[in-house]
T-cell receptor
Framework: AQSVTQPDIHITVSEGASLELRCNYS??????LFWYVQSPGQGLQLLLK????DTLVQGIKGFEAEFKRSQSSFNLRKPSVHWSDAAEYFC??????????????WGLGTSLAVNP | DAGVIQSPRHEVTEMGQEVTLRCKPI?????LFWYRQTMMRGLELLIY????????DSGMPEDRFSAKMPNASFSTLKIQPSEPRDSAVYFC?????????????FGPGTRLTVL
């Protein structure tokens, strides 16, 4: 079955600390991978995506993620967290041979709190 | 450019009433998605359209839900009759697709409360 697992429901870090949010997926085909962020009361915004090539991808707001095929993971990282990073983070997976299929499989999200 | 526009932003209604949620995608985008977000189930895709044609409606919970996209600039999601368990935040998103995925741009959402 196709699924995305974000093992951590809630994470709290101190401002300036490093961050890693985990994402594991189960997918029958070669996936496209995404991280989105949702600030309180807002819609979702794309942070970064992986389609092919370099397995370490850079995104907006200083975030990066690394695709590890052998571990079926796509973890999100940031070296130094800012208070404004407090939000909900979603990992999503879609088929690389999408054709007319644009359906993404979403994780349940990880809520990030940042202590001053 | 304006982003995805959704209306209303908040809707409170009573059980049994009809609810219509509206979405205006970003101009030039040819895919449109309706999502529902709840604490229990997270983000669920209800239906998506490509070039105004429904492609996958397998996420529509039941016949009480219907969605239309009469033209490239407008879509509606209707619930009739509404039930308390329909209370959620409903998001519309659009994307401009070619050979591969492009970013889905999300609207601010409609928070629906059914009493």
């Amino acid at each position: 079955a196709q699924s995305v697992t974000q093992p951590d429901i809630h994470i709290t870090v101190s401002e300036g600390a490093s961050l890693e949010l985990r994402c594991n997926y189960s997918y029958g085909a070669t996936p496209y991978l995404f991280w989105y962020v949702q600030s309180p009361g807002q819609g979702l915004q794309l942070l970064l995506k992986y389609f092919s090539g370099d397995t370490l991808v850079q995104g907006i707001k200083g975030f990066e993620a690394e695709f590890k095929r052998s571990q079926s993971s796509f973890n999100l990282r940031k070296p130094s967290v800012h208070w404004s990073d407090a939000a909900e983070y979603f990992c999503a997976v879609g088929p690389s041979n999408a054709g007319n299929n644009r359906k993404l499989i979403w994780g349940l999200g990880t809520s990030l709190a940042v202590n001053p | 450019d304006a982003g995805v526009i959704q209306s209303p932003r908040h809707e409170v209604t009573e059980m049994g009433q009809e609810v219509t949620l509206r979405c205006k995608p970003i101009s030039g985008h040819n895919s449109l998605f309706w999502y529902r977000q709840t604490m229990m189930r997270g983000l669920e895709l209800l239906i998506y359209f490509n070039n105004n044609v429904p492609i996958d409606d397998s996420g529509m919970p039941e016949d009480r839900f219907s969605a239309k996209m009469p033209n490239a600039s407008f879509s509606t999601l209707k619930i009739q009759p509404s039930e308390p368990r329909d209370s959620a935040v409903y998001f519309c998103a659009s994307s401009k697709d070619r050979e591969a995925y492009n970013e889905q741009f999300f609207g601010p959402g409609t928070r629906l409360t059914v009493l």
